[in-house]
């Protein structure tokens, strides 16, 4: 979605509201919600939740408690309490909703973390916040050469500064421990700002950043994903992929937390399928499992010293042989298990539209013919 000033601009290029995803019609923000209870009014007697849910920069989310009784809708650009002076953000959620994600979040109502919002922000307020946030890509590339210069070992990602520009937050990365001490004293002297420096793991670095993934959609994590589950190689074991890094990685370095979707899916359908390292046991010789296809159902399995040789199986079938076999009855052999496979029939494409050739317009042969033709044509010429 967009608002109505993302429209295109001089010669093809983006206009943009130059807002970074803190417009106030609240179309292209990152992690933004859906109301779906706006339209719904609440019984007599009820008054509304008093608890909003405020968005800062790059999808930062907080929760905050309406004191002043102020009407408050999505998308109001609000002045929120802040430690010290005040922060200023865009309303992400009212009403109901925000009291089933508190719940949800495991957040209760009385606890002394949750601030307040002071008022609407005004016109200076919106000012200060504006010219802050122009400030900030400037900074972030004189911060990285600072630190480079110092020998450290860190990236700094991003800077968020807070509305009432006293306080800039310093996003960073590191894969170890970084004395920073010297940094903030070169940062305060530089910015003449309070400085704050946070650390922030792969995946918060790329949800803050945000990007296209392999899929061609944008990021989860920057666009509805708010929680980071832990995912490792036997997600991709388990759904049978290749463990390849430079496939199974996203854009943090990490394996894609896409992994994660459907894995339980998997796993309910292996119960169904014995362990791949059982052997099977039969007259003619041992087999081995040598491939498994969830979505069909069937095992491939192979005699030891024949592994050219596979033979098809159900997973009912190579159960029923794993049964036999704990019981010590002897099974003959896999073939009078194994499943013929019936070729799926490729599809044969006819005309079924009436298209005609490209080039049946263009007329083939018939030149000899008509050179003889004018040559019959001619009349003799006499000589005197």
């Not at 520009?165 to 305060?188: G, H, N, P």
């Not at 049978?240 to 430079?246: E, F, K, R, V």
């Not at 992994?259 to 052997?279: C, G, H, M, R, V």
């Not at 010293?305 to 033979?311: A, C």
Request: contains cysteine.
């Amino acid at each position: 979605m967009g608002c109505s000033s993302c429209a295109t601009g001089k010669d093809g290029q983006p206009k943009g509201c130059k807002n970074n995803g803190t417009c106030g019609t609240d179309g292209c923000n990152k992690l933004s919600a859906f109301d779906w209870l706006a339209n719904m009014s609440l019984p007599q007697g009820v008054e509304p939740y008093n608890f909003v849910e405020v968005r800062f920069k790059n999808g930062r989310k907080h929760f905050y408690k309406n004191t002043e009784n102020l009407s408050l809708s999505m998308g109001d650009v609000v002045a929120t309490e802040a430690n010290p002076g005040h922060d200023v953000g865009v309303v992400a959620l009212t009403g109901e909703l925000v009291r089933v994600q508190m719940k949800k979040k495991k957040v209760r109502p009385d606890s002394k973390e949750i601030l307040k919002v002071y008022r609407k922000a005004s016109q200076r307020d919106i000012d200060i916040w504006q010219e802050a946030r122009e400030r900030e890509e400037s900074m972030k590339v004189r911060a990285r050469e600072i630190a480079i210069r110092l020998n450290l070992q860190m990236k700094i990602s991003d800077i968020e500064f807070q509305g009432d520009a006293s306080k800039a937050t310093f996003y960073y990365t590191a894969e170890e421990r970084v004395d920073f001490r010297q940094l903030i004293k070169e940062f305060a002297r530089e910015f003449n700002t309070r400085i704050e420096m946070r650390q922030v793991g792969f995946r918060q670095e790329a949800s803050r950043l945000g990007g296209i993934g392999s899929c061609g959609r944008e990021l989860c994590c920057s666009t509805w994903l708010t929680d980071f589950r832990s995912v490792n190689t036997s997600a991709a074991r388990y759904q049978q992929l290749s463990l390849n890094p430079q496939k199974l990685a996203g854009q943090c370095g990490k394996l894609k937390c896409c992994l994660n979707y459907e894995l339980d899916t998997y796993l309910d359908a292996l119960k169904d399928f014995p362990k791949s390292d059982i052997k099977l046991h039969t007259k003619k010789g041992t087999a081995v499992c040598q491939k498994i296809d969830i979505f069909k159902g069937l095992l491939w399995y192979a005699y030891e010293g024949d592994w050219s040789n596979w033979h098809t199986l159900t997973a009912e079938q190579a159960n029923d042989i794993i049964k036999k076999n704990s019981k010590k009855e002897s099974v003959s052999s896999l073939e009078e298990y194994a499943v013929d496979l019936q070729q799926e029939a490729k599809p044969d494409f006819t005309n079924a539209v009436g298209q005609d050739s490209l080039t049946r317009f263009d007329k083939k042969g018939g030149g000899k013919k008509k050179r003889k033709n004018k040559r019959k044509k001619r009349k003799p010429q006499r000589n005197g």
